[in-house]
């Protein structure tokens, strides 16, 4: 943990409150760094998602001595000091060549991790489209049934659409259906000894034609990069920790009240529920409605002797 | 041109992040040739079929006409995603706040400068250049009485009282 700033000044306090956790988040900043040793084709990957998620995000230049899946204590650091919710660590060694880790952050503490080996990889220079606009919002698309089954698949599902999202919007300009991402993968088995399929990340910027419907016709064009994952070690998340991370904020509906209606005629009709009265306490007494008026006795006297008149002229 | 795609497992849609999800099992020997314009074809067809399905998803938003142009009204997203820092504790009520929550009292609308002339129909700045308050003061013909400032209970003593102090 980082010393606590007491801000001496309102532009201080300005940044400190853009900090603060806030009900509705925005887009989450993601810190682009290397390790120890790195490849050319590694650091070029690395160059090709910044440019995807500019402006949110923060790209080093020099190499550090950080080991993910070992120490997560500097990590930790780089992302309270830049106030990053994710992270992408570029290394290079014989054992796992052209590595990318991804890391994801709750509460400037790793929440958690997923290691994605390069196996085959074209940039963005290559293609000869014309660059999206930073800050734009992309389509996302996920083919394969794996990300529905699989635990490590349904990992790089939640990573990839939480990194690539950005900011959470309410009206989009239809022209901002500008480009999508396209991630694939092939069935993953259960048996733990087979190898996990790749996964295959594209990138394809839309030209909506006319057609003869009121609906565009797509067509797609490759833009970059392309980029064919193997999946290596994963850190999958605490439970509790995930559980207080997916947390949502109590929204404000008006409660309806149970038990009141609005009949057919406009009458708000209610049910009440009362416990069970205990009859035998209660006091009769205050009731004027169980008094026996005098022309009610005489009545029952005379029902009485009606009866019995009956019952002797029967015997007879 | 067609638009329309025929799908034997219908997609599964998160339109406030704008992604779909296609559950179909993707042909495998495709997928790991060695060829790669035969993958790479593949791979665009699937994903321009179901961008397609995608894009006529969200065409088919409320939509809502403006000067720019056309804007969707998204949705909220439906899957769940980890937020980035915790929920923010609540905190507790300052003396200024209890005060005018009890009162009632609301934060004042700031209303701008400018304000809405009937005559012209036009918006016009309420003081300043071309303010509204100098109207009476440019305007070439006024009626009988408009210009003439009415005088306050005091200016009236007032000047009843000079009055009889200069016929004295």
């Known amino acids: 943990m980082l010393r606590q700033v007491k801000p001496k000044n309102a532009r201080t306090k300005r940044v400190m409150d853009k900090r603060e956790p806030k009900v509705v988040e925005g887009a989450k900043i993601a810190l682009f760094l290397r390790g120890n040793a790195t490849s050319q084709l590694v650091v070029d990957a690395l160059h090709d998602l910044y ?38 660590c570029a290394t290079h060694n014989k054992k796992r060549p052209h590595n990318l880790a991804w890391i994801r952050f709750f509460d400037y503490h790793v929440l958690d991790m997923i290691e994605l080996g390069i196996v085959d990889y074209k940039p963005i220079s290559s293609f000869h489209t014309v660059p999206i606009v930073p800050g ?93 994952f193997s999946i290596r070690r994963v850190q999958a998340a605490q439970a509790d920790v995930l559980g207080e991370a997916l947390k ?38 205050k009731m004027k409605g169980l008094k026996r008026s005098a022309a009610e006795e005489e009545e029952e006297e005379e029902e009485s002797e009606v009866e019995d008149e009956d019952v002797v002229s029967d015997v007879e | 041109m067609s638009t329309s795609v025929e799908k034997a497992i219908p997609l599964e849609y998160d339109l406030g992040n704008m992604s779909a999800f296609d559950v179909t099992p993707l042909d495998e020997t495709k997928l790991s040739s060695q060829k790669s314009q035969e993958k790479e074809e593949y ?55 209890r005060f005018a929550r009890i009162k009632g009292i609301a934060p004042k609308k700031r209303e701008g400068k400018l304000v809405f002339d009937e005559a012209s129909g036009e918006w016009v700045p309420k003081w300043g250049y071309k303010g509204k308050n100098k109207e009476l003061d440019t305007q070439w013909i006024v009626e009988d009485g408009e210009k003439e400032k009415k005088m306050t209970s005091k200016q009236v003593r007032n000047n009843s009282r000079n009055i009889k102090r200069s016929r004295r």
Do not use: C
């Not at chain 1, 904020?249 to 416990?275: A, I, Y």
């Open chain 1, 51 to 88: 440019a995807l998620k500019k402006p949110f995000a923060v790209n080093f230049q020099k190499k550090n001595p950080i080991l993910p899946f070992e120490d997560s204590s500097s990590l930790e650091f780089f992302s309270e000091k830049n106030d990053a919710g994710l992270a992408v």
């Open chain 1, 136 to 228: 734009t919002k992309p389509m996302m698309l996920f083919q394969g049934p794996s990300f529905d089954s699989h635990p490590v698949f349904r990992h790089v599902k939640s990573l990839f659409l939480d990194f690539f999202r950005g900011e959470p919007i309410q009206k989009l300009d239809s022209a901002g259906l500008s480009y999508v991402i396209v991630v694939s993968a092939g069935e993953a088995s259960d048996d733990e000894t087979q190898a996990l399929p790749k996964v295959n990340f594209r990138v394809y910027s839309t030209k909506l034609l006319k057609s003869n419907t009121n609906l565009p016709r797509v067509e797609l064009e490759e833009m970059g990069p392309r980029l064919d």
């Open chain 1, 248 to 285: 949502k904020p109590k929204t404000q509906e008006p409660k309806t009240k149970k038990n009141v209606d609005v009949d057919l005629v406009g009458n708000k009709v209610g049910r009440v529920h009362v416990d069970q009265q205990d009859l035998s306490n209660l006091q009769t007494r």
């Open chain 2, 43 to 97: 791979l665009s067809s699937m994903a321009r079929d179901n961008t397609q399905l995608l894009v006529n998803k969200m065409l088919a938003l409320p939509k809502e006409r403006t000067q720019d142009g056309i804007l969707l009204a998204l949705p909220e997203s439906t899957t769940p995603l980890p937020r980035a820092k915790h929920l923010p504790k609540p905190k507790p009520e300052t003396k200024w706040q």
